[in-house]
């Protein structure tokens, strides 16, 4: 089993930055690759990045690529995710992910909401 646990989220004006970080424990080592998704609501759960947990570029959404940027610090077990720009329509409860072979997402943390204020 493994455990997600996100944090950083919060209250940011338009134009500002926030971070989140998701640590996981347990079986890491099995991980295929962690991801951020993002929920707004009324909206469906809409992937926003990935990244793998060895080697290989990044993915990201259209609606966040050139503004977020997802890193991972294996020696910690964590996966962050770097906002910047951040725009009212980023509103939203932000989840960490996991697979164990990219087939479907296999762990979920808890969630963070962010608000970005106009």
């Given at each position: ?24 424990s347990g ?55 770097q906002m ?35």
């Amino acid at each position: 089993q493994v455990q997600l646990v996100e944090s950083g989220g919060g209250l940011v004006p338009a134009g500002g930055s926030l971070r989140l970080s998701c640590a996981a424990s347990g079986r890491t080592f099995s991980l295929y690759r962690m991801g951020w998704f993002r929920q707004a609501p009324g909206k469906e759960r809409e992937l926003i990045a990935w990244l793998k947990r060895t080697i290989g570029s990044p993915y990201y959404a259209d609606s966040v690529k050139g503004r977020f940027t997802i890193s991972r610090d294996n020696a910690k077990n964590t996966v962050y995710l770097q906002m910047n720009s951040l725009k009212p329509e980023d509103t939203a409860i932000y989840y960490c992910a996991a697979d164990l072979d990219s087939s479907v997402w296999d762990y979920w943390g808890q969630g963070t909401q962010v608000t970005v204020s106009s």
